[in-house]
């Protein structure tokens, strides 16, 4: 790996407290990899940014100064989203050169591409990392629905009213915590792509803070849905949700409500969930409730049996009664969407308080898969409701710059040919 010398300002202002805000660091079952995936050299499961072979110490460049110093430098950065240390004007002279020079970059991303959505006004971006690497995040205009896509099947009844007083959100961004992913589920393009190594907490924030600073926006929602499964790059991914949560000037503030993390079904790492103190809300890509259905759209997670997915389920929202899991179900033609599926969906989430989300596939070049029909979607989505089970329907954003679920990816150009199409009842005949 290509690294740089340099940290950035970000990496080494978030090192000292990138400690994330466990209850407890107690867990049945063991830290390692649940899934034997193989762990590449280069991959540091750690809050460690990638360049930190040669830290600078940012404590002690700012000893010299007063205490408030350290307040104000985190007020430039989360509060007023000034990256540029010659703007720091209630800073010395002297501080403001050292800092240019220490750290030459302010955050560890730079923004190099944004497509627009010409359907609705959603914006992907591509970010490249200091040690070359590209990562893509997606910024979703919450209001843009309106325009472009069917309302809910039903409104979610099972979520206590909001008590909020705070403005409606006007933008979800949907950061990425790899870069590539370890698993390869076969509808999702990131799964295509070489896994290169986890995402450092300051890469995580800096997805955030450099859409925000370029729109002049507050971003309200963040999902982690983008590149990469998040519970493998568990301790990095707690220090960046840290740093989102906290109070200004520690951090940004979010509210730990809006912010979403989704997993293919990681188990310890929905275990160590219940131990992060804020009420963060978790996405399950559940996709089949049949063992061998779910083993050809999500080959790498064989080892997670359903009957023990479904148990660490109910201990979690026992442990976590704030908010009801989300279940995400990609309806897939002739795959996963006839009446042996839904009955098996509808038995396994009988045993715990959820909403279910379903997704029409969105196309990937290369895969051979098709989305269900809109009469099929609709056929789960009345027997889910009539199961009493609260069912909505994933607004299609961003499929125009392939920045929908499972699109993301950094792949060679042009694409391969198409697959033939692969059936559940093909495979396994
Ligand atoms: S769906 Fe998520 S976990 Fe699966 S390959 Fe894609 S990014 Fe990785």
Same mark, same amino acid.
Request: with cysteine; glycine share 2%.
């Given at each position: 790996?290509?690294?740089?010398?340099?940290? /950035?300002?970000?990496?080494?202002?978030?090192?000292?407290?990138?400690?994330?805000?466990?209850? +407890?660091?107690?867990?049945?079952?063991?830290?390692?990899?649940?899934?034997?995936?193989?762990?590449?050299?280069?991959?540091?499961?750690?809050?460690t940014?990638?360049?930190?072979?040669?830290?600078?110490?940012?404590?002690?460049?700012?000893?010299?100064?007063?205490?408030?110093?350290? +307040?104000?430098?985190?007020?430039?950065?989360?509060?007023?989203?000034?990256?540029?240390?010659?703007?720091?004007?209630?800073?010395?002279?002297?501080?403001?050169?050292?800092?240019k020079?220490?750290?030459?970059?302010a955050?560890?991303?730079?923004?190099?591409?944004?497509?627009?959505?010409?359907?609705?006004?959603?914006?992907?971006?591509l970010?490249?990392?200091?040690?070359?690497?590209?990562?893509?995040t997606?910024l979703?205009?919450?209001?843009?629905?309106k325009?472009?896509s069917?309302?809910?099947?039903?409104?979610?009844?099972?979520?206590?009213?909001?008590?909020?007083?705070?403005?409606?959100?006007?933008? %979800?961004?949907?950061?990425?915590?790899?870069?590539?992913?370890?698993?390869?589920?076969?509808?999702?393009? %990131?799964?295509?792509?070489k896994?290169?190594?986890?995402?450092?907490?300051?890469?995580?924030?800096?997805?955030?803070?450099?859409?925000?600073?370029?729109?002049?926006?507050?971003?309200?929602?963040?999902?982690?849905?983008g590149m990469?499964?998040?519970?493998?790059n568990?301790?990095?991914?707690?220090?960046?949700?840290?740093?989102? +949560?906290?109070?200004?000037?520690?951090?940004?503030?979010?509210?730990?409500?809006?912010?979403?993390?989704?997993?293919?079904?990681?188990?310890?790492?929905?275990?160590?969930?219940? %131990?992060?103190?804020?009420?963060?809300?978790?996405?399950?890509?559940?996709? /089949?409730?049949?063992?061998?259905?779910r083993?050809?759209?999500?080959?790498?997670?064989?080892?997670?049996?359903?009957? +023990?997915?479904?148990?660490?389920?109910?201990?979690?929202?026992?442990?976590?009664?704030?908010?009801p899991?989300?279940?995400?179900?990609?309806?897939?033609?002739?795959?996963?969407?006839?009446?042996?599926h839904?009955?098996?969906?509808?038995?396994?989430l009988?045993?715990?308080?959820?909403?279910?989300?379903?997704?029409?596939?969105?196309?990937?070049?290369?895969?051979?898969?098709?989305?269900?029909?809109?009469?099929?979607?609709?056929?789960?989505?009345?027997?889910?409701?009539?199961?009493?089970?609260?069912? %909505?329907?994933?607004?299609?954003?961003?499929?125009?710059?392939?920045?929908?679920?499972?699109?993301?990816?950094i792949?060679?150009?042009?694409?391969?040919?198409?697959?033939?199409?692969?059936?559940?009842?093909?495979?396994?005949?």
């Open positions: 790996m290509n690294l740089t010398p340099h940290p /950035s300002l970000l990496d080494a202002l978030l090192l000292p407290t990138a400690q994330p805000l466990l209850t +407890t660091t107690s867990s049945p079952h063991p830290t390692s990899n649940p899934l034997n995936l193989p762990n590449p050299p280069n991959l540091p499961n750690s809050s940014p990638p360049n930190s072979s040669n830290p600078l110490s940012l404590k002690t460049l700012l000893a010299p100064y007063p205490p408030y110093i350290d +307040t104000e430098l985190r007020t430039w950065l989360f509060k007023k989203y000034c990256f540029n240390p010659d703007a720091y004007t209630n800073f010395p002279k002297s501080l403001r050169t050292t800092l020079k220490s750290f030459p970059s955050l560890p991303l730079h923004l190099t591409k944004t497509i627009h959505s010409t359907k609705d006004k959603t914006k992907k971006f970010f490249k990392t200091q040690d070359n690497q590209f990562i893509e997606v979703i205009d919450n209001h843009s629905h325009n472009t069917q309302p809910p099947l039903k409104k979610p009844t099972s979520l206590p009213p909001s008590t909020s007083s705070s403005p409606p959100s006007t933008y %979800t961004l949907c950061i990425s915590s790899q870069i590539g992913c370890p698993l390869s589920c076969d509808f999702c393009a %990131t799964g295509m792509m896994f290169t190594r986890n995402l450092t907490p300051a890469e995580i924030l800096a997805q955030y803070l450099l859409p925000a600073a370029t729109y002049n926006i507050k971003i309200s929602h963040i999902v982690f849905m990469g499964e998040p519970l493998l568990l301790k990095n991914v707690f220090a960046a949700l840290t740093h989102f +949560t906290a109070p200004l000037p520690n951090g940004l503030a979010l509210s730990a409500r809006r912010i979403s993390i989704s997993t293919s079904g990681i188990l310890n790492g929905i275990e160590k969930l219940t %131990t992060f103190k804020a009420n963060i809300r978790l996405s399950i890509s559940l996709h /089949s409730a049949l063992q061998h259905t083993n050809i759209i999500m080959p790498d997670l064989k080892n997670v049996s359903l009957p +023990t997915l479904k148990q660490t389920l109910i201990a979690y929202s026992r442990n976590k009664r704030a908010h899991l989300l279940i995400e179900y990609i309806m897939i033609k002739n795959l996963n969407d006839d009446a042996t839904l009955t098996a969906l509808i038995s396994f009988k045993a715990f308080p959820c909403k279910v989300n379903l997704i029409a596939y969105n196309h990937v070049p290369t895969k051979p898969y098709q989305p269900s029909p809109p009469e099929r979607i609709r056929t789960f989505a009345s027997a889910l409701i009539k199961a009493h089970i609260t069912t %909505t329907q994933r607004f299609k954003k961003g499929d125009d710059i392939k920045a929908a679920c499972g699109q993301l990816a792949l060679p150009n042009p694409p391969l040919p198409t697959a033939p199409l692969i059936t559940a009842q093909k495979k396994h005949a």
